[in-house]
């Protein structure tokens, strides 16, 4: 596992240094390096998620069907007047409900999975640079920062950035109609 992620680094490494060196200002380029690696963990987080969700489709929508059929069940028993029944089917549609939920829950966060190997490489290229920070921020955060004080709200910006524009990107415009459909 350690020789194959060395290998990935390396083969990595070199593709991600281009995005810090579209210009001739360190600064300038720092920010726009910063955007692009932001937004590639996105989208790379995103693509990992929806496939997560297409490997697991049918343990979800076999989920959702048992919370829709203990339900229905729940709210038959409740109007025959069986409280019994209906206590049962609701606790068993609760704990269908709460299962699909953490599972969303967990492939939510299993977007994140690209940040940390990204700030990996920060460390690594700018683990020694530190910004000045101007005077109101500098009582809060002291006087310098590092890397990830800039990036983390970046990327940020970027899964907001991403929520308005996956519509008309390409993979996930044809995506984003298909996963509306399976909310419903």
Known sequence: MEQWLEALFKTADPQITRLFLLTRDPVINFFIGSFLLAFGCVVVGEITLLL???????????????????????IQAYEMGDRDSY????????????????????????????????????QIHYGQVRFLLAFPFSLIFGETVGFAFSFIPVYIL?????????????YFKEIHGGLEASRS
């Open 52 to 74: 997560a969700i297409r490997w697991n489709r049918n343990h979800i929508e076999g989920l959702k069907k048992e919370i829709r059929n203990k339900e229905k069940l729940s």
């Open 87 to 122: 206590r049962a089917l609701n606790k068993d549609a609760n704990d269908a409900w709460g299962r699909h939920f953490f599972t969303m829950t967990a492939y939510s966060a299993g977007v994140l999975w690209p940040v940390p190997f990204a700030l990996g490489w920060f």
């Open 158 to 170: 970027c899964r907001i950035l991403f929520r308005y524009l996956h519509p008309w990107l390409p």
